[in-house]
């Protein structure tokens, strides 16, 4: 049997990465939520920071933290939220704030603007990697006593954040590729071409080929790693990454590495990948 026809209820079988299967991709959002703010109650209690590695993809999550804290009122002074990536220009800077495409635009209108003023985390506490001043990701963490959780999405080609794999030949082993830090880099073309199916009407050239992000090395050092999956083209990386072993041609699948790494997906990324022409 190869990794496509493994069926739905053996995904996960045998690997240690931890999977669970939700219904509907609303059930994964406020999956993603409810941990969040279950994280937030725990460390408040014990009177510590929590500190958040926090994609944009998957997104609907934000707006469901925000609801659950202005009703609880949870304390969010003492709360980190560290951005995985962010979209670069020509000049290898932030791309404009008012892009349609800007990560830290989406975070402000979908989570830090939906958060009642009395509670929302400290601008200072709102953390983006920045061109030129990439060991400054690292330096916060060490500052804040690590990572409490990383969560995140996953790309078509089995990426995080935007570590993207290495080009096929590459020789690259899993220790580098796991060690790789906080950086610039040039996307690679299936998460451009991915990239405008969900967010540029397939539009290609309207998505910037540059881009910052968090490093494998930030992501795997967290104490808890959570990544969802909900698209329909997902169904067969995440076979991939599950079951195709340790590779960097897969970066997803060093999760596998880790003490405490959750994979959480729809009933429709279980599904099987099947060819059809249409």
């Not at 020509?90 to 958060?115: A, H, K, N, T, V």
């Not at 500052?143 to 794999?165: K, Q, R, S």
């Not at 494998?216 to 990386?237: H, P």
């Amino acid at each position: 049997m190869t990794y496509e026809d493994i069926p739905a209820e053996k995904l996960g079988v045998g690997c240690p990465i931890a999977v669970e299967i939700v219904d509907e991709e609303i059930d994964l959002y406020w999956a993603i939520a409810l941990d969040m703010a279950e994280r937030v109650r725990v460390n408040n209690a014990k009177g510590q920071a929590t500190v958040f590695i926090v994609p944009v993809g998957p997104v609907g999550q934000y707006r469901r933290f925000a609801s659950i804290c202005n009703k609880e009122r949870l304390d969010l002074s003492r709360v980190h939220f560290i951005n995985m990536d962010e979209y670069l220009d020509e000049e290898w800077q932030w791309i404009e704030y008012s892009s349609p495409f800007s990560f830290r635009r989406f975070m402000d209108e979908e989570c830090y603007g939906r958060l009642d003023p009395s509670i929302v985390m400290p601008a200072a506490n709102r953390i983006f990697p920045e061109p030129g001043k990439e060991e400054k990701i690292q330096h916060r963490i060490d500052e804040l006593g690590g990572v409490d959780t990383c969560y995140g999405g996953v790309g078509i080609n089995g990426h995080i954040a935007f570590n993207e794999p290495p080009e096929k030949g590459d020789a690259v082993s899993v220790g580098e590729f796991a060690s790789r830090p906080t950086r610039v880099l040039f996307l690679s073309r299936e998460t451009r071409t991915i990239n405008s199916v969900t967010a540029a009407s397939v539009y290609i050239d309207l998505i910037p080929p540059r881009c910052i992000t968090v490093g494998m090395k930030e992501i795997l050092s967290a104490r808890r790693i959570r990544l969802y999956m909900n698209r329909e083209w997902q169904k067969g990386i995440v076979r991939k990454l599950l079951h195709g072993g340790i590779d960097p041609l897969v970066p997803a699948s060093l999760l596998a590495l880790h003490r405490d790494a959750k994979l959480t997906i729809t009933s429709t990324v279980a599904q099987k990948p099947l060819g059809r022409l249409r």
